[in-house]
C-alpha cells in the first residue's frame, strides 16, 4: 500500500466531499459497500461530514456499514427494488449507481432476461431520481466488456469500438452496460446531468463473500479449504485488475474532477497478469497445500465463460484527472484471502 498516494487521495477528496450526500445503489455489495467505508474514512480522517444514503433490497446486506459507521447519523438505509423506483425523497449531491449483477455471476446462462430488467429499468430509476433531485454527478459502474471480444498487444482506449456478437448468450450483460451508457447521455443531454461512465475491469480485495461465484473467489476458497484449483481453461487470458478500495477512490475523482458525458476506463496499470498466474500467485500466497491443475472443457462458453485472450485497458485518462492506484496486486490478493477467511470463521461461530 502507497500511504502518501492514500493521504493525497483523502484530503482532495474529503475537502470535494465536505457536507455533501452522496447515494449509493447496491449499497450492500461488494463495490458499494467500499465506496460507503472508505466515504466513512473520510468522515473519520479528514472530519468530512459527508452524507450517505444507502439503497439494497436488504438492510441485512448494509447491516455492517450501518453498525461500524464513525458517526451514527452519516449512513441511511433504504430498503429499495430499483426496478420499482426509489422510495424516498431526499436531496442528494451525488448518485453512484452500482446496483445490478456481475458478468461473473452466470445469470446469464439461467435468466438472461433478468439482466435487462434489472439492468435497463434500474438505471432508469437512478437516473429519473437524479434528475427530479437536480443531483450535481451521477455516476454509473459499467464494464471493461462493453469493448467485446478485443484481444491484442495495444491497450484498449474509452474510444475502442465494440465488437460484441449480439446473439452469443454471454454478451447480454454487455449490451446492457452499452445501452445504459447510452441512457447516460440521453439524460445528459435532455435534463443537463453531469454523466459519468466507470468502465471497471475484474475487481476484487476486502469485502467478496464467501460464497461469491467469480473466479477469484473460488480459487481462494480452494486455498482457504485446501482444495485443488481447477482450471476449466488454459489460464492464458490475461487483464489488469483492480484492488476494490482503489475502485472507490477512482469513482470519487471522476465525480470530482470528470468531464461529463464520458466514460473512463478503470483498471491498475501494473496489474497485468494470466488467470493462471492469479491461481498460482493465490497458492503461494495463502501457504496452502492446494494444487492447480487442468480439466479444459470441451465448450468454455456452456460455463459462462469468455474466451481467453488478454484485455488491457489504457488507463491514461483516468490518471490524467489525478488518480492514482495505492494497492498493488499482492495487497488485493492478501485481502480477499483474509477477507474471506475471516468470513467464513465468522459464519463457523
Excluded at 174 to 199: D, I, T, W
Amino acid at each position: 500500500m502507497d500511504q502518501t498516494i492514500l493521504n493525497e487521495n483523502s484530503r482532495k477528496l474529503g475537502a470535494f466531499l465536505k457536507d455533501k450526500t452522496v447515494m449509493i445503489t447496491g449499497a450492500g455489495g461488494l463495490i458499494g459497500s467500499r465506496i460507503a467505508q472508505y466515504l466513512d474514512y473520510l468522515n473519520e480522517t479528514e472530519g468530512s461530514h459527508i452524507r450517505a444514503v444507502l439503497l439494497d433490497l436488504r438492510e441485512g446486506a448494509c447491516k455492517p456499514l450501518l453498525e461500524k459507521q464513525t458517526d451514527p447519523e452519516a449512513f441511511t438505509f433504504v430498503a429499495c427494488d430499483l426496478e420499482k423506483g426509489i422510495p424516498c425523497t431526499c436531496h442528494v449531491d451525488h448518485i453512484i449507481h452500482c446496483a445490478g449483477f456481475s458478468g461473473g455471476s452466470k445469470l446469464h446462462l439461467t435468466d438472461p432476461i433478468k439482466v435487462f430488467d434489472t439492468g435497463l429499468k434500474g438505471t432508469r430509476a437512478a437516473l429519473d431520481y437524479a434528475a427530479a433531485h437536480g443531483c450535481a454527478g451521477f455516476l454509473y459502474v459499467s464494464t471493461y466488456e462493453v469493448y467485446g471480444q478485443v484481444s491484442g498487444d495495444n491497450k484498449i482506449a474509452e474510444t475502442q469500438v465494440c465488437d460484441l456478437d449480439t446473439f452469443e448468450l454471454r454478451n447480454c450483460y454487455a449490451e446492457v452496460k452499452r445501452l445504459c451508457e447510452s441512457l447516460l447521455c440521453a439524460f445528459s443531454k435532455q435534463y443537463g446531468l453531469n454523466v459519468y461512465a466507470a468502465r471497471l475491469t475484474s475487481t476484487f480485495g476486502s469485502g467478496v463473500r464467501y460464497q461469491d461465484p467469480r473466479f477469484f473467489a473460488e480459487f481462494a476458497r480452494c486455498a482457504i479449504e485446501n482444495r485443488d484449483i481447477v482450471l476449466k481453461s488454459h489460464g492464458k487470458t490475461v487483464r489488469s485488475y483492480l484492488d476494490a478500495d482503489d475502485a472507490a477512490i477512482a469513482f470519487l475523482y471522476i465525480l470530482m474532477n470528470g468531464e461529463s458525458c464520458n466514460a473512463y476506463n478503470l483498471a491498475n496499470r501494473n496489474n497485468e497478469i494470466s488467470i493462471r498466474e492469479i491461481a498460482e500467485r493465490i497458492i503461494a500466497l495463502s501457504g496452502t497445500e492446494s494444487k492447480l491443475v487442468f480439466d479444459i472443457a470441451e465448450d468454455a462458453a456452456k460455463l459462462g465463460m469468455r474466451k481467453e485472450g488478454r484485455t488491457v485497458m489504457d488507463t491514461a485518462k483516468i490518471e490524467a484527472i489525478g488518480w492514482r492506484p495505492v494497492y498493488d496486486f499482492d495487497d488485493t490478493l492478501n485481502k480477499l484471502i483474509g477477507s474471506m477467511r475471516a468470513s467464513k470463521e465468522a459464519a463457523a461461530q
